[in-house]
């Protein structure tokens, strides 16, 4: 049991026998609403690790049950009291989002928006997934982007993906395969500056590490698009390239992230030392 199961665990105990809520309400309990597709997914997980939890007890703001709930809903009386709108609120859980959420903006006081300097390495840092485990991938590149390194950590992830708290998820793998590489940047799968709390999965890794990070996402989290650049609260923070949104992680700024970015760039929507890293980590979760 993960975790993150452990603190849910807590709340569906917490739900008496006749009652529901729903997976927003215990999403909100938990410090953020965007939780609540994550909620059901990790309610199904309990239900089969163990049954006796009352995970049947949440349903979807629409009234849907989870598959194998309706019987024991109908028994205690769930079903009738959903159906009034009379939902259960009383929870008394760890926010672990909203926590999540205030450690992310006292770091990012930390964060130095810097040029990068001369970058002869560059690494690019992936993560990927079969069922609940996990294989970070880190791999270095020279300037003629020859291989140098290749950097494995198997994990188990403790969090389930929910937006924009991506790191807490992935970074228990990413942080050590990068710790044993040598690099002047690392590019990640991920957010830096382009995020709701100006920290995202880039620049976390940076400052862990004390190194220059880069962001290259295949989607933006915040910001409106103008003229090959995302803009927010009136700042340029990411620009657009080749289909990819690169933003600066940890000392780096925007134009020398681009800069790089597009220097270690061959094809595709990223860095050639991303495309690497992510290809290496699919290949090494079917490994032993």
């Known amino acids: 049991m993960t975790a993150f199961q452990r603190i849910l665990r807590r709340a569906l105990e917490q739900i008496p026998y006749g009652e529901v ?14 939780a609540s597709l994550a909620i059901r997914n990790e309610c199904l997980k309990l239900s089969k690790i163990d049954p006796d ?15 194998g709930a309706e019987e024991k809903l ?17 929870l008394d859980v760890w926010p672990i989002f909203k926590v999540m959420a205030i450690d992310q903006i006292k770091l990012s006081e930390s964060l130095i928006l810097s040029e990068l300097g001369n970058v002869s390495v560059a690494a690019g840092v992936d993560v990927s997934y079969i069922d609940d485990r996990a294989v970070a991938c880190c791999v270095t590149v020279d300037e003629e982007l020859r291989i140098m390194e290749v950097r494995l950590e198997r994990f188990s992830p403790q969090i389930p993906y929910v937006p924009t708290y991506l790191a807490f998820r992935e970074l228990r793998g990413m942080l050590p395969a990068a710790m044993k590489c040598d690099f002047d940047v690392i590019f990640v799968d991920g957010h830096g500056l382009l995020h709701p709390r100006g920290l995202g999965e880039a620049s976390h890794l940076g400052l862990l590490l004390g190194k220059p990070s880069v ?19 009136g700042k340029e923070v ?5 289909g990819g949104f690169i933003s600066p992680g940890h000392l ?9 970015a597009i ?5 595709g929507n990223q860095p050639f030392p991303l495309k690497l890293a992510h290809s290496l980590s699919k290949s090494a979760k079917f490994s032993d």
């Open 215 to 233: 962001g290259v996402a295949k989607s933006k989290l915040i910001g409106e698009i103008e003229g090959g650049y995302v803009k927010f609260m």
């Open 53 to 67: 939890i009352p995970w049947w007890r949440v349903v979807s703001s629409k009234l849907e049950l989870m598959p």
């Open 74 to 90: 109908r028994e205690e009386g769930g079903i009738e009291r959903a159906k009034m709108g009379k939902f259960f609120r009383e």
């Open 21 to 34: 809520t729903t997976f927003k309400i215990i999403a909100e309990a938990l410090g953020d609403v965007r």
């Open 252 to 260: 780096s700024n925007l134009e020398s992230a681009l800069k790089t």
């Open 238 to 242: 990411a620009a657009l390239y080749r």
């Open 263 to 267: 220097k270690f760039w061959r094809e």
